[in-house]
């Protein structure tokens, strides 16, 4: 089975400043999908950012960026010019692409941004 | 473009008594619907997943059943509440192989 390990229970960074959650997964797969999640107070979860497995070029989208270590099975988010909105819990996700889409989910890192 | 719905947004319950969450989908056919639970502090647990109206498939054997009655509704049941199903129940759909999960805002019930 399917196994995603967030080892960072908790994280903080100044406002501005840079930081990088950790992800590890486990899968005998060679097909399949990372994401980010955040879901800030409010628990609505909302997608950060998604990575095929197929792609060497790491996905970015703005200020987020992944490092994805597709033989050592990590994919971290590296979070440039934090901002307060940023406060989170933060998943890391993954799906094997067989045409169910199902998503197992890592214990997520909670982010506080230092004013 | 798409939306999804969930209702009620909060609901307080008593042990034993039945549940009905409902799920529905705005701008798109024959999604794929998911249920997770989400307990307080922790991650999402994939309760049940539909690729098709009346596909149901259960990860989770518990207290909880879902139904898929039309393509873009998805309803959480339970006859009997306990104690443990409270919990923050999230539906999310994709529209095919590949696709993200998006998630709807979510219902918080506690179970007294």
């Known amino acids: 089975a399917q196994t995603v390990t967030q080892s960072q229970p908790e994280m903080s960074v100044q406002e501005a400043e840079t930081v990088t959650l950790s992800c590890t997964y486990d899968?005998?797969?060679?097909?399949?999908?990372l994401f980010w999640y955040k879901q800030p107070p409010s628990r609505q979860m909302i997608l950060v950012i998604r990575?095929?497995?197929?792609?060497?070029q790491n996905a970015t989208e703005n200020r987020f960026s992944v490092n994805f270590q597709k033989a050592a099975k990590s994919f971290s988010l590296k979070i440039s010019d934090s901002q307060l909105g940023d406060a989170a819990m933060h998943f890391c996700?993954?799906?094997?692409?067989?045409?169910?889409?199902?998503?197992?989910f890592g214990t997520g890192t909670r982010l506080t941004i230092i004013p | 473009s798409q939306t999804i719905h969930q209702w009620p947004a909060t609901l307080v319950q008593p042990v034993g008594s039945p549940l009905s969450l409902e799920c529905t989908v705005e701008?798109?056919?024959?999604?794929?619907l998911y249920w997770y639970r989400q307990a307080a502090g922790r991650g999402l647990q994939l309760l049940f997943y539909?690729?098709?109206?009346?596909?149901i498939s259960s990860e989770v054997p518990q207290n909880l059943s879902a139904s898929r009655p039309q393509d873009r509704q998805f309803i959480l049941s339970s006859k009997k509440l306990l104690l443990s199903d409270s919990g923050f129940y999230l539906c999310?759909?994709?529209?095919?192989?590949?696709?993200?999960?998006?998630f709807g805002p979510g219902t918080r019930l506690l179970v007294l």
């Open positions: 999310a759909w994709t529209g095919g192989p590949g696709e993200t999960q998006y």
């Open positions: 539909s690729v098709g109206i009346g596909q």
């Open positions: 701008g798109t056919s024959n999604p794929n």
């Open positions: 899968t005998s797969e060679s097909d399949y999908y």
């Open positions: 990575q095929e497995a197929y792609k060497q």
């Open positions: 996700a993954y799906s094997f692409n067989f045409g169910n889409e199902k998503l197992t």
